[in-house]
């Protein structure tokens, strides 16, 4: 399986700002996708990044709260905008092939004040 | 709408002390299900996929089999470095999301 990097591991964020996630995977992959987990609570979808276009976003999740980029076939950005006390959690990358097993980086622990 | 349910919330084990954790899906036309295994502070390790009922998988002290409704993860004789939370999840057919389910919380005492 690939290897998942993400950068920060943690942060702790003031209300108002904004913070970009890093997400590397060490071989190309066809779907990269971003996951929230907030606490006490299971993974929930937030986007599929598009490689060359825009990111396609679960409902509840808009582009102008979690821009996402992504570049090329090894590397996606999250971006948790204008930050509140309730964007406080672990936001993962995870990979895949087409209709196949998805792996998960180790995630970045959100802290917002 | 595709659904996950995982029972119990949590389990709490003696070592050697096999045990089973129940989930229960709904899903329209399931391609796959997916058992992954949390640490605190870290990502989701994947275990297994199962495909069709009657499939079953293993790996070390874990077992996972499926019926058409639902799966089960069999701990047998666990360790204390069994002790993780195990989520489940299901996809549908049709490139659609991975569904999961809120997780067991397992802790295996010595």
């Known amino acids: 399986s690939a290897v998942i990097s993400q950068k920060p591991s943690r942060d702790i964020c003031q209300r108002g700002t904004s913070l970009t996630i890093q997400c590397q995977v060490d071989?190309?992959?066809?779907?990269m996708f971003w996951y929230r987990q907030q606490p006490g609570q299971s993974l929930t979808l937030i986007a599929t990044?598009?490689?060359?276009?825009?990111?396609?976003?679960e409902s509840g999740f808009v582009i102008d709260k979690f821009p996402i980029s992504r570049p090329n076939l090894t590397f996606s950005t999250l971006t948790v905008s204008n930050m509140s006390p309730e964007d406080s959690s672990i936001y993962l990358c995870?990979?895949?092939?087409?209709?196949?097993?998805?792996?998960f980086g180790p995630g970045t622990r959100l802290l917002v004040l | 709408e595709d659904q996950v349910t995982q029972s119990p919330e949590a389990l709490r084990l003696q070592e050697g002390e096999s045990s089973s954790l129940n989930c229960s899906y709904t899903?329209?036309?399931?391609?796959?299900l997916f058992w992954y295994r949390q640490d605190p502070g870290k990502g989701p390790e994947f275990l297994f996929t199962?495909?069709?009922a009657g499939e079953e998988k293993e790996k070390e002290r874990l077992k996972a089999t499926l019926t058409k409704k639902e799966s089960f993860l069999h701990i047998t004789a666990p360790k204390p470095e069994d002790s993780a939370t195990y989520l489940c999840?299901?996809?549908?057919?049709?490139?659609?999301?991975?569904?999961f389910g809120k997780g067991t919380r397992l802790s295996v005492i010595a």
């Open positions: 995870s990979v895949s092939g087409i209709q196949e097993t998805q792996y």
């Open positions: 071989s190309q992959v066809t779907m």
């Open positions: 990044a598009n490689q060359g276009s825009e990111a396609t976003y």
């Open positions: 899903v329209s036309g399931l391609r796959g």
């Open positions: 199962l495909y069709s």
């Open positions: 999840a299901v996809q549908a057919f049709g490139n659609t999301p991975l569904v």
